[in-house]
């Protein structure tokens, strides 16, 4: 089960996390600038993770309970811990974006493919 500061919001379908890029935010040295010949390193660079996956409901007012859920937590800018669906725990983390495709598919239940941004703010 994943979660953010302890709210369930994406366990109703399949959903994955990738740990966006890690390390030092640095300028390379200009190839037409002879004054610049070092790489300057600027600061560690902001622990970013994205989670993508589907919503799933059995019915249209629960698709929309859930997807409110969802915008009430990213309006709020929920910041804690985030767990992902294997145990693995990120502390200090804020939800920053959720952006959901552009249609909903209908069949034996109603999904929606979507994006989630969370960020360690520096």
């Given at each position: 089960m994943s979660s953010i500061n302890g709210q369930v919001l994406f366990d109703s379908g399949p959903h994955r996390f990738v740990v966006?890029?890690?390390?030092t935010l640095f300028f390379p040295p200009l190839s037409l600038d002879f004054l610049q010949t070092t790489t300057e390193?600027?600061?560690p660079i902001e622990l970013a993770i994205r989670q993508?996956?589907?919503?799933v409901a059995t019915t249209e007012s629960g698709m929309?309970?859930?997807?409110?859920?969802?915008?009430?937590?990213g309006e709020a800018r929920v910041n804690g811990t985030l767990i992902d669906n294997a145990g693995q725990s990120w502390t200090d983390m804020t939800f920053l974006r959720f952006r959901p495709e552009d249609r909903v598919?209908?069949?034996?239940v109603i999904s929606l493919e979507y994006r989630a941004d969370y960020v360690r703010l520096a």
């Open positions: 966006r890029s890690v390390g390193l600027i600061g993508t996956g589907r919503i929309r309970s859930l997807i409110e859920a969802i915008k009430s937590a598919d209908r069949g034996r």
